[in-house]
């Protein structure tokens, strides 16, 4: 008896446990008290009571985000920090606007897949699986393309023109770690022969990069 119940566990924890995104909600809505002091897994609700439409609102997606910086890119969230509706929710969404010739670089979401919808232009898409797969694809306008949970992915925009996607997660909060920038430029600095021998580089090469990727002050 207690050899079928542990079967039924592990068989609960497989299914439910490997398709799990955000933790299911226990009420109709919880908006975020983004102000509160006390902390839990996501937010706690604001009285109910209090809830408005501009919780669950938002114009930040409606106009292309600027694109003039280092990677000539920008990716404008739609989140429970933007939406705090969304609390509990387990979806979000975001737009991405590319230059001519820029990139979104490679970086992974440790609590969400994504999926991309092109509003505008081209750009070539892929990510790397664990088993070190590369998986690619050239995109264009009305096209969808899915950047599974985790994985190490990047958008690059190769045309002459503007790009745009509007893209969607599966958690409230996806969070993003950009490859480049956790390596070279987090605060404090990662040490300089963690990255030579792992780069197989020089630390003037790393000084470099590091230089290159800093925060602008
Ligand atoms: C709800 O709104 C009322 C009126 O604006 C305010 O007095 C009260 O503090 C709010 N309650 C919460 C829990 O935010
Ligand atoms: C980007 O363009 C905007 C609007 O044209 C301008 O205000 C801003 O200073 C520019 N930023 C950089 C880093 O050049």
Redesign the pocket.
Known sequence: MAAVFALFLVAFATVFGSSAADPDMLQDICVADLTAAVKVNGFVC??A??ATAEDFFFTGLAKPGLTNNTFGSLVTLANVEKIPGLNTLGVSLARIDYAPGGINPPHTHPRATEIVYVLEGALDVGFITTANKFISKTIKQGEVFVFPKGLVHFQNNNGKSPASVIAAFNSQLQGTQNIALTLFAATPEVPDNVLTKTFKLGTKEVNKIKSKLAPKA
């Open positions: 604001k009285n009571a209090n």
